[in-house]
């Protein structure tokens, strides 16, 4: 008799059971980590939006807070000179109004200057790309919900 060579059926599906249970044990800790990820990044991109709207009301006090985000980006094709209409403080991409799993909004109130402003970012697909919403206003102190938000009031429990 000969010596067989290579696997048999069953050492190969002990092999592939093994592969499956360690890949369910990955997957999700994959996903929580980019939703993580995820949320990290627009905690960054609403402190970034709160530094711009400083420096939007300290370059531009006739006009105040900016009333959305494409005031704080280029406009048109290039950044020279900014002006109140294009001030390049913010990257376009943050000015889309989406990054990384989130969608941004930024809202100015109050009469001609704007006194006083709103940022929020909601996760575009909720438990999937983000689990909380994000918001800060002229006090600069980011808030969340674990509701999509509309305007920051302001009642979210402020971040830590």
């Avoid at 939006?49 to 939007?56: K, M």
């Avoid at 909720?126 to 689990?131: L, S, Y």
């Amino acid at each position: 008799m000969r010596k067989q060579k290579g696997f048999s059926l069953i050492e190969l599906l002990i092999v592939v059971a093994i592969i499956l249970i360690i890949a369910a044990i990955a997957i999700p800790n994959l996903l929580r980590a980019r939703i993580s990820a995820n949320e990290s990044s627009a905690v960054a991109s609403i402190r970034t939006l709160n530094t711009a709207q400083v420096s939007y009301n300290s370059s531009y006090p006739t006009v105040g807070f900016a009333s959305s985000l494409a005031y704080l980006t280029v406009d048109g094709a290039n950044c020279s000179p900014p002006d109140s209409d294009g001030a390049c403080l913010i990257d376009t991409q943050l000015a889309s109004g989406s990054k990384s799993g989130y969608s941004f909004s930024l809202a100015a109130s109050g009469s001609n200057p704007a006194g006083s402003y709103a940022a929020w970012a909601n996760p575009i697909a909720p438990n999937q790309t983000g689990v909380r919403s994000f918001c800060s206003v002229a006090d600069a102190v980011v808030r969340y919900s674990t509701i999509a938000l509309t305007t920051c009031a302001g009642t979210e429990t402020p971040l830590q």
